[in-house]
């Protein structure tokens, strides 16, 4: 059974809803930095270990809320986080409600819209990064709402990890975890095809591994250009002309079948480059393929 703290004349400064993996790190941390937490969990057990390390405990959600101008939310998804809410309605006016939790930007501006209608502030945030690396830099949360909310927050908040404010919408912390999840997805995937590539070779994956490393840090620089490229819609021929690469994207395929691998993402490629040059623009460069990647384009 948890033990149950009564809430006292001497509020907690933090109020953690969501004991899970990750809202435990975080409650965790901020007990470690000298902050009053007060943690509830929909499982009550779940709360002991922060109790034994100095939390407070509430019975209730509402009851946690009540204790703290500063309330977090880790829980496991928008349903949750929704039954949450509900459950603590009467008790958010002049809250500052914090919610970490993954979901969509347009989750997180009904969100927004939901605790500004009730009297309280809200700032979403994402979290890039794992559990035991909470309280480390190595952690990054983006975040965006309320920009009073987080200018009075920050110092908290920074205790969690980096930490990175992008603006007043709420939704937009969503739209760069999004971003920046499928950018590692994308590329990851990629790169596990080309292990699967070396290894029909009889290349040794760690070693290939360890070359791909070493040739990162010529990314920073492209990835900024090819950004700039998208802005102007100056299509310069990066990574050379689209012309030349289609021919290399043919020798890429047929070498993936030769050995067995899986050639979709190279296909795919190759399947934009040639529609991209039916156009009549095969000088341009691999930046240009950003012109076919709006849902329309494939009519
Ligand atoms: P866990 O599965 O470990 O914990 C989920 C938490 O949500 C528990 O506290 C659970 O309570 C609570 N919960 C689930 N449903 C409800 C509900 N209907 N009502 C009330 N509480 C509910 O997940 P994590 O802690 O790992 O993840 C939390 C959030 O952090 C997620 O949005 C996740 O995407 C995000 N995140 C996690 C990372 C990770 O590596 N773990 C990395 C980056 C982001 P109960 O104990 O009662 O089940």
């Known amino acids: 059974m948890m033990t149950t703290t009564a809430t006292t004349a001497s509020p907690a400064q933090v109020t953690v809803l969501g004991l899970g993996s990750m809202g435990s790190a975080i409650a965790r941390t901020l007990l470690e930095r000298g902050y009053r937490t007060m943690v509830w969990n929909r499982t009550a057990s779940k709360s002991a270990p922060l109790a034994d390390a100095g939390a407070a405990t509430a019975a209730t959600a509402e009851e946690a809320v009540a204790a703290s101008p500063l309330v ?130 009889g290349v040794d994956v760690v070693e290939f591994a360890e070359r791909v490393a070493g040739s990162m840090p010529a990314f920073p620089a492209l990835l900024t250009s090819m950004a700039q490229a998208v802005k102007s819609g100056d299509y310069q021929p990066d990574l050379g002309s689209l012309n030349v690469q289609a021919a290399l994207m043919d020798d890429m395929i047929s070498h993936r079948r030769s050995v067995g691998v899986e050639a979709i993402r190279m296909r795919e490629v190759k399947e934009l480059m040639d529609r991209r040059i039916a156009d009549g623009h095969g000088d341009q460069g691999f930046s240009s393929l950003f012109e076919l990647l709006a849902e329309h384009s494939h009519a």
């Open 72 to 201: 977090v939310l880790c829980l496991l998804d928008t349903p949750a986080v929704e039954q949450v809410l509900g459950s603590i309605e009467t008790a958010v006016a002049g809250k500052v409600l914090v919610n970490l939790t993954s979901g969509s930007p347009a989750q997180a501006r009904a969100n927004e819209r939901w605790a500004r209608e009730r009297g309280a502030e809200y700032l979403d945030g994402k979290i890039m990064g794992d559990p035991p690396y909470v309280g480390t830099p190595h952690v990054l949360f983006p975040f965006s709402g309320s920009r009073n909310a987080f200018a009075a927050h920050e110092p908290t908040l920074r205790e969690l990890g980096t930490v990175a404010y992008h603006g007043e919408d709420a939704g937009l912390a969503g739209v760069e975890f999004m971003a920046q999840v499928a950018v590692a997805y994308e590329l990851l995937i990629g790169y596990l095809h080309a292990l699967r590539l070396v290894q029909a070779e």
